[in-house]
């Protein structure tokens, strides 16, 4: 029988080959053999999707493929995380998720909103360009601990520290851990503009969001 490593490169190899239909009969066999449904995810639908991303920024992706990929990976999601045990009750910490104003870009934000819930997060989804305004007023609304913030656009990166700066104003800023991400933001871009945190991919969005936990 083909071992756990061995599924996870086909897993990751399907994702990138953009085969959306073959992926959910290989996880189930997957899963037939007794092996964990979580790692399958983080090591190897993930895993996949990641590369997908860096096909994508080099350009021999175009945004069709993205989307094919994407479904790729959802579908095989599907099938192991009906063998996974909720987080319902266990919940770590509650945030609020959005692509910044301007930007319409979302698939990175998706992934990372899929991994933290994974990791026990309730994550509050706001979609792509939202107003400034709103990941307050939903952070307010739903308790958050976290506001995270992406964008892969340097034209609305700006928004990312205005939104600080209501927080500031509003005198909420000490109330909420900000986390930012995507493709042309870098640490020194969070420290400049005051974020706590910031995380270049998915699974490290997961133990940077960790290791506030009980701060």
Same mark, same amino acid.
């Given at each position: %029988? *083909?071992?756990?490593?061995?599924?996870?490169?086909?897993?990751?190899?399907? @994702?990138?080959?953009?085969?959306?239909?073959?992926?959910?009969?290989?996880?189930?066999?997957?899963?037939?053999?007794?092996?964990? *449904?979580?790692?399958? =995810?983080? &090591?190897?639908?993930?895993?996949?999707?990641?590369?997908?991303? &860096?096909?994508?920024?080099?350009?021999?992706?175009? =945004?069709?493929?993205?989307? =094919?990929?994407?479904?790729?990976?959802?579908?095989?999601?599907? @099938? #192991?995380?009906?063998?996974?045990?909720?987080?319902?009750?266990?919940?770590?910490?509650?945030?609020?998720?959005?692509?910044?104003?301007?930007?319409?870009?979302?698939?990175?934000?998706?992934?990372?909103?899929? %991994?933290?819930?994974?990791?026990?997060?309730?994550?509050?989804? #706001?979609?792509?360009?939202? *107003?400034?305004?709103?990941?307050?007023?939903?952070?307010?609304?739903?308790?958050?601990?976290?506001?995270?913030?992406?964008?892969?656009?340097?034209?609305?990166?700006?928004?990312? &520290?205005?939104? =600080?700066? %209501?927080?500031?104003?509003?005198?909420?800023?000490?109330?909420?851990? @900000?986390?930012?991400?995507?493709? *042309? @933001?870098?640490?020194?871009?969070?420290? &400049?503009?005051?974020?706590?945190?910031?995380?270049?991919?998915?699974?490290?969005?997961?133990?940077?969001?960790?290791?506030?936990?009980?701060?």
């Amino acid at each position: %029988m *083909p071992s756990k490593e061995e599924y996870f490169d086909k897993m990751a190899q399907m @994702v990138i080959d953009e085969e959306d239909e073959e992926i959910a009969d290989l996880c189930r066999a997957y899963l037939a053999e007794g092996y964990d *449904p979580e790692e399958a =995810i983080f &090591k190897g639908l993930i895993k996949g999707m990641n590369e997908v991303g &860096k096909l994508f920024e080099e350009e021999e992706y175009y =945004i069709s493929d993205l989307l =094919i990929c994407s479904d790729a990976m959802y579908n095989g999601i599907d @099938v #192991l995380t009906e063998k996974m045990e909720s987080h319902q009750e266990k919940t770590l910490a509650t945030a609020v998720i959005g692509v910044v104003e301007g930007d319409t870009h979302d698939i990175g934000k998706n992934l990372v909103k899929l %991994m933290l819930e994974i990791a026990g997060f309730k994550m509050i989804d #706001l979609g792509k360009d939202v *107003p400034c305004e709103k990941f307050i007023d939903e952070a307010l609304a739903n308790d958050a601990k976290f506001i995270m913030m992406s964008t892969l656009m340097t034209t609305t990166m700006e928004n990312m &520290k205005k939104v =600080i700066d %209501m927080l500031k104003e509003r005198g909420l800023r000490d109330k909420f851990i @900000v986390m930012i991400g995507g493709g *042309p @933001v870098s640490k020194s871009f969070a420290q &400049k503009i005051g974020a706590d945190a910031y995380s270049e991919n998915a699974t490290e969005a997961v133990k940077v969001a960790k290791s506030f936990i009980g701060k």
